[in-house]
């Protein structure tokens, strides 16, 4: 897969920007702050329907601007893909999608069309930060592999609302009135809960061992291990329903106190080690940056196996970062997957063998490519 056309309006520092990638490699490089990671950030909003660095959908519109657009064409085996992004600030709904030019009934449709890999500093925050952290990694790169994943994970999340919701109500009605009704948001959440843990279980298995040769071959000490294990009430059994419902139960009382869900899916983890230890408190800062460089590498593999064509490689201002070694087995990756690189000096892109290079400038205020 290859984006083939991308068309900005209003979107962060760009006025407007009408570009035609090449299949290779492309180098952005300029001051910080010029725009060059607000282009990636909209192929990456055409990709998963949100943003890499916000929550807050307005903060991707221009100043003063009541819409930004974000248009892209993919190509993919099965030919032309074409689809658009449309923020409002005030208007709701406040993201529309578009399709070959038609609305799309839900955001969720937009998954499929564009797929990217992307790799930034804040990557750092999956093996630093909490759980919710690696939950959203896995889920963001799940869903682009299989759309109907995120479907299913909005089915559970729709479910698990409810019970919480029903359950900070409890003390409106009985306790036989409560119980009988958690008793039905229970099977609900067990059978939404089999369609998140089975994907997670696969993905994160055929990510584990596509990392762990990643990082094997370009750490600095052979004899280092890098493992990636799902961690959750249902990572590991084969009855993901029945021991769901079990846990439910077992856990109600201390649900009804706490007037939330203890037990399922929404509270999974990535445990991330290295020689056996938890790669955050144990491993240094070149290590984090393997790991996680790894873990990207690996999901082009993936990817390229399930889907039979490769992502969209986004690489924000991380090539200064990454010594000679990590530099060639990156680039041996990217070897045939068109890339984007940003960076601040034209010398950091060195060895990228690029195929256009654009100075990003600011002018007037609005972000300005010039190709070299």
Request: proline share 3%; hydrophobic share 40%; aromatic share 8%.
């Amino acid at each position: 897969m290859y984006f083939s056309a991308i068309r900005l309006q209003h979107f962060r520092n760009y006025e407007a920007l009408e570009l035609t990638p090449l299949r290779g490699t492309t180098v952005l490089y300029g001051a910080n702050g010029s725009g060059k990671t607000n282009l990636l950030e909209a192929m990456h909003l055409l990709s998963v329907g949100r943003s890499h660095r916000t929550a807050v959908d307005r903060e991707m519109i221009s100043e003063g601007k009541s819409v930004a657009f974000v248009h892209g064409q993919t190509q993919r085996l099965d030919g032309r893909h074409e689809l658009e992004v449309r923020l409002y600030p005030l208007v709701k709904p406040q993201k529309r999608v578009l399709l070959f030019g038609k609305p799309a009934e839900r955001i969720t449709d937009m998954m499929g069309h564009a797929t990217t890999v992307m790799f930034g500093p804040e990557d750092l925050r999956i093996v630093r930060d909490g759980p919710a952290a690696r939950r959203r990694f896995i889920d963001m790169q799940l869903s682009q592999i299989r759309p109907s994943y995120l479907k299913a994970l909005k089915r559970y999340l729709s479910a698990l609302e409810s019970r919480n919701a029903l359950l900070k109500a409890q003390r409106c009605g009985t306790d036989g009135d409560v119980d009988a009704q958690l008793d039905a948001w229970d099977e609900q959440l067990a059978g939404a809960a089999v369609f998140v843990v089975e994907p997670r279980r696969w993905f994160l298995t055929e990510l584990a061992q596509n990392a762990a040769a990643q990082y094997a071959a370009i750490a600095e000490n052979p004899g280092e291990t890098f493992e990636m294990r799902y961690v959750g009430h249902l990572a590991t059994t084969e009855t993901p329903y029945r021991q769901m419902l079990e846990g439910l139960k077992r856990t109600r009382n201390e649900d009804k106190q706490r007037m939330y869900t203890t037990y399922g899916p929404h509270r999974d983890d990535l445990a991330l080690l290295l020689c056996g230890k938890e790669l955050r408190a144990y491993g240094s800062q070149g290590q984090l940056r393997t790991a996680v460089l790894s873990m990207k590498l690996g999901e082009i593999a993936l990817i390229e196996n399930e889907m039979g064509e490769t992502p969209t490689l986004l690489l924000d201002d991380v090539f200064s970062e990454l010594d000679a070694r990590r530099r060639n087995a990156l680039l041996q990756s990217a070897q045939g997957v068109q890339t984007f690189l940003t960076c601040t000096d034209k010398a950091d892109a060195a060895g990228a063998k690029a195929d256009a290079y654009y100075r990003v400038t600011v002018r007037d205020g609005f972000a300005v490519l010039q190709q070299e």
